[in-house]
């Protein structure tokens, strides 16, 4: 199953927040989709997966796939 | 001459940004045909002019963005107050006054020379880094035109170097603490069309060290221009290099005065309308008392740098350790011991960088930040994003000459409850 969560227009860490509030309603091995233009995103997003142990699944065209691993 | 006016001595405290819009006297009084001497106007200071009703903080304030600015060092202010009354003259005109203008610059020229590791007849002095930066690189890249026009450097560069560069430019990436992908490097740079090669001593934002060695062996015949603006006065210069740029008010010199060192055997082309002054890569009437006042902050700078390099480092491991201990969800980044003596960098998960920058600032701390929302343009630091680690909640601390243990403590020990403050107001 996939939420998607859209953050544009959604300035740095909104996007970020509202990705770390998300991904835990949805269950382990699902996947949120989040759509932000913030240019911050492209590098913050990523690093949020590393830092707190989450897959990204994809990113590009404003557009993140984040899967719930734990 | 007349000695300088009073109301400067004593006060090394910026001029308020606010007076320029709010005041318009200053603009008067300096037009004026009869001009009034009271220059006191000219030294509001932020506490006069801010709307700021904690004044008293004022007095307990904790500079950590040396790598910004430093007040300049004593040793400096001293030599610029008498270099004023005594090399204000020109240094090309024949008689008396500009001979001794001269000689006070060529002093000044053979300190910062020997500084860097050149001959006095290979520095020229700009009138900023930037400067130093945009002459230099043009200067070579114009040289070599007929190898080509492609400026290689690290995505890491200052946006002076990246602003040159322009269109014309093969950027090369960087790993996760900053460093330059050398494989990668030294593919750039012996592709054909290569004008000159470009990479900084050290990283202005996050202190990693540069291996500018090996870059000038993989570089070959392409001249390699170093960018040593965040490390000249703090850390050991590096060797290899064809031409360096670096900045005074980065080791507590006055603003105003950059260096560009160019070995022998570089060839340069101005491609700009030159003058007689610094074989043209610096055109316009220089000014000699800074020049002075740099070569006198580095000399002493110098002089302390064994003690401070050993203070400082201590002091960074320190805040290192105590940021990634007491704050959960941090990211120290860059690298912990191949680095400039008095950087580090940390970014704060879900904290907004400008409110955290704030919060401490009110608390008594100054430091920066390379988060998007600080900046002008909503794009976060290029370095942090090239790096590829988190850059919101970013902030900067850089230790000055005059920075204590027990101010760096204090920060430690002020900064979780801030930050755990901003979190809980946005419910994380």
């Not at chain 1, 989709?33 to 990523?46: E, N």
């Not at chain 2, 006191?40 to 600015?69: I, N, P």
């Not at chain 2, 600080?374 to 850089?398: C, E, K, Q, W, Y």
């Amino acid at each position: 199953m996939n939420v998607d969560l859209d953050c544009r227009g959604l300035l740095c860490p909104l996007p970020v927040i509202k990705l770390a509030k998300t991904l835990p309603t949805v269950a382990v091995g699902d996947t949120v989709t989040v759509l932000a233009d913030d240019p911050a995103a492209a590098t913050d997003i990523p690093a949020w997966c590393r830092m707190r142990s989450q897959e990204l699944v994809s990113a590009g065209e404003d557009q993140y796939v984040v899967r719930r691993v734990s | 001459m007349s000695t300088p006016p009073t109301p400067a001595a004593g006060h090394s405290v910026g001029v308020s940004p606010h007076w320029s819009k709010g005041h318009d006297a200053p603009h008067r009084d300096l037009h004026s045909s009869t001009p009034s001497h009271s220059t006191e106007h000219l030294l509001a200071t932020a506490s006069e002019g801010s709307t700021c009703s904690s004044v008293s903080r004022v007095s307990e304030r904790t500079y950590l963005d040396a790598a910004s600015a430093e007040p300049m060092h004593p040793a400096a202010r001293e030599m610029l107050l008498s270099a004023v009354d005594s090399g204000w003259a020109d240094p090309v005109r024949l008689h008396h006054e500009g001979r001794t203008a001269r000689l006070l610059v060529d002093n000044a020229r053979a300190v910062l020379a020997e500084a860097v590791g050149v001959r006095p007849d290979e520095l020229y002095l700009t009138t900023s880094g930037t400067a130093a930066i945009q002459s230099g690189l043009t200067a070579v890249r114009a040289a070599r035109s007929r190898v080509g026009a492609t400026i290689v450097h690290s995505a890491v560069e200052h946006s002076a170097v990246l602003r040159t560069a322009g269109e014309a430019a093969a950027e090369v990436g960087v790993d996760r603490l900053g460093r330059v992908e050398l494989d990668a490097f030294t593919d750039a740079v012996r592709r054909p069309g290569v004008a000159v090669a470009a990479l900084q001593s050290a990283n202005h934002e996050v202190g990693t060290r540069q291996p500018i060695e090996a870059a000038a062996a993989a570089a070959g015949d392409v001249p390699l221009f170093v960018d040593a603006s965040a490390s000249v006065g703090h850390d050991v210069v590096p060797t290899g290099w064809s031409v360096l740029a670096a900045s005074a008010h980065k080791w507590g010199g006055p603003a105003g005065i950059g260096l560009l060192a160019v070995k022998k055997g570089t060839r340069i082309a101005p491609a700009w309308p030159m003058d007689e002054r610094e074989d043209g890569l610096s055109p316009g009437f220089p000014n000699v008392p800074n020049a002075l006042a740099a070569a006198a902050a580095l000399q002493a700078r110098l002089a302390e740098a064994e003690e401070l390099d050993k203070r400082h480092r201590a002091w960074i491991d320190e805040v290192r350790r105590r940021v990634a201990a007491d704050i959960p969800d941090v990211e120290v980044v860059g690298d912990p011991d191949d680095r400039l003596p008095h950087i580090l960098t940390f970014s704060c998960l879900y904290v907004d960088g400008e409110a955290l920058v704030t919060a401490l600032d009110a608390e008594g701390f100054a430091v920066s930040s390379g988060s998007a929302c600080t900046s002008s343009t909503l794009r976060p630091s290029h370095v942090l994003a090239a790096m590829g680690v988190l850059t919101h909640g970013n902030v900067r601390v850089s230790l000055g000459r005059d920075t204590t243990h027990d101010e760096v403590q204090r920060f430690c020990a002020v900064l979780p409850g801030l930050v755990q403050r901003i979190r809980a107001e946005v419910g994380m």
